[in-house]
DNA sequence: ATTCCACAGGAAACAGTGGTCC
DNA sequence: GGACCACTGTTTCCTGTGGAAT
């Protein structure tokens, strides 16, 4: 018996042969050439951009969609098309990318714009530095190289819904206005790609008429569509027979069910078969599958648990430990918890922002209950097992005493 | 019909940090 | 080295809420 494993795993060590033939198939920043089920919108983009090769200015665009559903891979497609068009046409065109998400305050985008633009290889005076500029002073510097350059600007900010829940919305007014500083041989036009539809309703009235010129919807992906992109996926991905069919019907209900997301589909596709890999297989299972999905749960969990603040971690052990989870009772708890560790404790209303936060990371749901003459409060459940936030608070020693008392 | 509870959650202000410029 | 700038995490102050109790 022995025997045979060892021969199966030193054979296909041999040929290099396992389950996984191209891992970069399988990651987020893979751009397919073939985008499945996306014509319309990709049609659609490209018409509003197409204005740029006939000297025209083009309008601003609003893209939304839930996460998965392949927004911005059908935008950096169109984009690069575009790239090639305008080279051909001798248009100078500047097409910066920035994720809000990553770049997460307005100044940041703004240097992002400048790095990406090379404003920042231009003289001392020109440049927007990482910091100590005004927004307004980095503003004029990035308006003033678009007119001495006579370039053509398509800004695209990606998940620009957390630019705005950051105040972001002067440079989103200052960019959408900017046309009117500069000549018609240059402009700048923009793409917001955005998560969530109701985001616009936080926008500045301002703002949001001229950013919402033009809007397009990115419906999730139906578990027949998920199901057609993962067999294409796995063609390039996989060794052949190593994902039967029922694994990956399984895959698209799983996340067709969730929220139609193509890349949780592809991640919950690829943690599957580097599980099988590691077990001595040569075809992914619905097991496999199973386990990855639990992997893939607990492994967020923890890093999200073990990378929070003193008073986060406080915060969840004081859910676990309180009997009907409402906030006043929990607050109550925390109070105990930061009396015993010597720690000055948070007030109320931080403790209401940050149970937000970890509804929105998933870890809890929270349910606002009216108790009419007993007041308002939410009610808090727990979405991780108690073993699960042991394991991941474990190392902080500080908290040992109150995780030691916590019972399984 | 009115009162009142126990908060939710928005807005603004503040302190501390880390940076540039002259 | 002082003036100025942005950002983050927080506090303070405040208004709003829906139904049980009166």
Same mark, same amino acid.
């Given at each position: 018996m022995e025997?045979?494993?060892?021969?199966?795993?030193?054979?296909?060590?041999?040929?290099?042969?396992?389950?996984?033939?191209?891992r970069q198939v399988l990651t987020i920043d893979y751009v397919p050439d073939k985008l499945l089920f996306r014509t319309k919108e990709t049609a659609s983009i490209a018409q509003s951009l197409s204005v740029i090769l006939k000297k025209g200015r083009p309008s601003n665009l609003l893209i939304f969609g839930k996460p998965g559903t392949g927004k911005t891979a059908v935008v950096k497609n169109v984009i690069e098309h575009l790239y090639k068009k305008a080279n051909e046409l001798d248009i100078k065109l500047r097409v910066p990318f920035i994720n809000a998400k990553n770049s997460n305050t307005p100044y940041k985008i703004l240097y992002e714009?400048?790095?990406?633009?090379?404003?920042?290889?231009?003289?001392?005076?020109?440049?927007?530095?990482f910091t100590g500029l005004s927004m307004s002073e980095a503003t004029d510097r990035i308006l %003033?190289? =678009?007119?001495?350059?006579?370039? #053509?600007?398509?800004l695209v900010i990606d998940e620009i819904d957390s630019l705005v829940n950051r105040k972001g919305d002067d440079i989103l007014y200052n960019f959408t206005r900017a046309?009117?500083?500069?000549?018609?041989?240059?402009?700048?036009?923009?793409?917001?790609?955005?998560?969530?539809?109701?985001?616009?309703?936080?926008?500045?009235?301002?703002?949001?008429?001229?950013?919402?010129?033009?809007e397009l919807v990115f419906n999730p992906y139906t578990v027949e569509q998920l199901k057609e992109i993962l067999v294409d996926r796995c063609k390039l991905a996989f060794y052949d027979n190593a994902v039967p069919i029922g694994v990956i019907n399984l895959c698209a209900a799983i996340a067709g069910k969730e929220t139609g997301d193509a890349r949780k589909a592809i991640d919950l596709l690829r943690v599957a078969a580097e599980?099988?890999?590691?077990?001595?297989?040569?075809?992914?299972?619905? %097991?496999? =599958?199973?386990?990855?999905?639990? #992997?893939i749960d607990s492994d967020t969990n923890f890093e999200i648990l073990s990378n929070s603040t003193l008073h986060t971690k406080l915060l969840i052990l004081s859910i676990v430990k309180a009997k009907n989870g409402s906030t006043g009772e929990i607050y109550a708890v925390y109070q105990q918890y930061c009396s015993k560790l010597e720690q000055e404790p948070l007030t109320q209303r931080r403790m209401t922002q940050i149970i937000g936060e970890l509804d929105q990371l998933g870890l809890i749901t929270t349910?606002?209950?009216?108790?009419?003459?007993?007041?308002?409060?939410?009610?808090?459940?727990?979405?991780?097992?108690?073993s699960s936030i042991k394991e991941a608070l474990k190392n902080d020693s500080l908290l040992s005493p109150i995780v030691d008392e916590i019972n399984n």
């Open positions: 025997d045979d494993i060892l021969n199966t795993i030193f054979d296909s060590a041999i040929k290099n042969k396992n389950i996984i033939k191209n714009i400048a790095e990406l633009l090379d404003i920042n290889k231009e003289e001392r005076k020109m440049q927007v530095y %003033d190289f =678009i007119k001495r350059k006579s370039i #053509k600007v398509v046309n009117e500083r500069i000549s018609s041989d240059q402009f700048i036009s923009l793409i917001g790609i955005s998560n969530s539809l109701t985001f616009k309703d936080k926008l500045d009235p301002r703002v949001k008429s001229s950013l919402s010129e033009e599980i099988a890999e590691r077990s001595i297989t040569m075809e992914i299972t619905e %097991d496999h =599958i199973r386990s990855a999905q639990q #992997k349910n606002i209950v009216n108790q009419g003459r007993y007041g308002r409060t939410q009610r808090i459940k727990l979405h991780i097992h108690i």
